[in-house]
C-alpha cells in the first residue's frame, strides 16, 4: 500500500531491520531540515512535545519538514490523552510515542485512539494527514508522484501508522507481557533515565545498575517473544549501535539538545585552548555525556 510504503520506519520495522533516528526538542523547520538532511541514515525524527519546546502549531510545521526530507515524523505526545493523539496523527505523523505507560488497558485506550473504526474510535477529516505519505520521484525520473488521497488514508492508516508507547514505569514493567500482546501496539520504547528514577536506580554515573540493566533487556525479549519491535533512546550513535546489535529496532542516536551545546563546546574549548587541551576536554565531556538524558 502506498501509505506503507511511504513510511519508512514502518517499513524497515517490518523487515526486521534496524532503524536509527534523530530527536528534535527545539521549535524550527530550518533546523528540522537540517538536522534530517545531516545523514541519509536517518530514518525517523522524534518530534519531541513532552519534554521539548515544540507547541501545537510548530509540530504540525516539523512533521511536514521531516516528512518532506523522505524522514519518517514520529511525534511524542506529552501525555496519553486522547486528543493529543488525535493531534498528532492529523498533523500527519507517521507515528506515534507515548510517554510513561502504566497498564495493558492503557495501552489499549492509546491503540483505541490511534485507529479509525470497526478497529478503534479515531475521528475522521483532517486535511493534512494524506500529504506527508506524498512519495516523491528520484530527481530526473519521469515517474509520476504518488498521491495519497483521504480515502487511501481513511483506508490504509490503520495498517500504516507506527504505535509506539514508553516503558520507564515499575507498573508497566509488571504487565510487560500482557502490553506487548496488545493488538496494535507496534513498538515497545525504553525510557531508560525514567526507567530507573522509577524502579530505584536512577541514572547518576556512566555505570547503570544490574537490575536496570535487567530490566531494559526484559523490554526487548518482550517485544520479541510477541513479534513487535523494541525501541530505546540513546545519547550517542556508538550507544544506539550497541543496542542495535542487542536486537532493538528503533534507537534514536542524536538529539539536537546533546549535540549544539556538546559541537559549540567543543568548537570553544580548541578556540580557547590549545589542540591537546581540547582533545582532553572533549573525552571528559563524551564521559560525562552519558550521566544524562542531554548530556548533562
Known amino acids: 500500500?502506498?501509505?506503507?510504503?511511504?513510511?519508512?520506519?514502518?517499513?524497515?520495522?517490518?523487515?526486521?531491520?534496524?532503524?536509527?533516528?534523530?530527536?528534535?526538542?527545539?521549535?524550527?523547520?530550518?533546523?528540522?531540515?537540517?538536522?534530517?538532511?545531516?545523514?541519509?541514515?536517518?530514518?525517523?525524527?522524534?518530534?519531541?512535545?513532552?519534554?521539548?519546546?515544540?507547541?501545537d502549531d510548530s509540530m504540525h510545521e516539523l512533521v511536514a519538514a521531516a516528512a518532506a526530507c523522505g524522514v519518517s515524523p514520529i511525534v511524542r505526545v506529552p501525555d496519553a490523552q486522547h486528543w493529543m493523539i488525535k493531534r498528532a496523527l492529523d498533523a500527519g505523523a507517521h507515528g506515534i510515542l507515548v510517554p510513561l505507560l502504566q497498564t495493558?488497558?492503557?495501552?489499549?485506550?492509546?491503540v483505541s485512539w490511534s485507529k479509525f473504526p470497526p478497529q478503534g474510535t479515531r475521528g475522521f477529516g483532517s486535511p493534512f494527514s494524506m500529504e506527508k505519505f506524498v512519495q516523491q520521484p528520484p530527481l530526473g525520473s519521469t515517474s509520476a508522484v504518488k498521491e495519497v488521497s483521504s480515502i487511501d488514508y481513511l483506508k490504509q492508516a490503520n495498517s500504516s501508522?507506527?504505535?509506539?508507547?514508553?516503558?520507564?514505569?515499575?507498573?508497566?514493567?509488571?504487565?510487560?507481557?500482557?502490553?506487548?500482546?496488545?493488538?496494535?501496539?507496534?513498538v515497545l520504547f525504553v525510557g531508560p533515565f525514567d526507567l530507573g528514577n522509577n524502579?530505584?536506580?536512577?541514572?547518576?554515573s556512566a555505570t547503570r545498575d544490574p537490575e536496570l540493566v535487567e530490566a531494559i533487556a526484559s523490554v526487548q525479549k518482550a517485544a520479541e517473544k510477541n513479534g513487535i519491535s523494541s525501541g530505546i533512546y540513546c545519547n550517542s550513535g556508538e550507544e544506539a549501535r550497541s543496542y542495535a546489535d542487542k536486537g532493538f529496532g528503533m534507537c534514536s542516536a542524536m538529539t539536537d539538545m546533546v549535540a549544539v551545546p556538546k559541537a559549540f563546546g567543543q568548537a570553544f574549548e580548541a578556540a580557547k585552548g590549545s589542540y591537546v587541551h581540547a582533545g582532553v576536554q572533549g573525552i571528559k565531556k563524551g564521559v560525562e555525556a552519558v550521566s544524562g538524558p542531554y548530556g548533562k
Open 1 to 55: 500500500m502506498a501509505m506503507q510504503s511511504a513510511n519508512r520506519l514502518q517499513t524497515a520495522l517490518k523487515s526486521k531491520s534496524p532503524t536509527f533516528g534523530a530527536w528534535q526538542m527545539l521549535p524550527g523547520t530550518n533546523l528540522c531540515r537540517a538536522i534530517c538532511r545531516s545523514s541519509s541514515s536517518i530514518d525517523w525524527l522524534l518530534i519531541d512535545q513532552e519534554h521539548g519546546n515544540i507547541s
Open 104 to 110: 495493558a488497558k492503557q495501552a489499549q485506550d492509546i
Open 161 to 186: 501508522l507506527v504505535i509506539a508507547v514508553q516503558i520507564e514505569t515499575s507498573s508497566a514493567l509488571a504487565e510487560l507481557d500482557a502490553i506487548a500482546a496488545v493488538p496494535g501496539i507496534d
Open 199 to 204: 524502579i530505584g536506580h536512577p541514572i547518576v
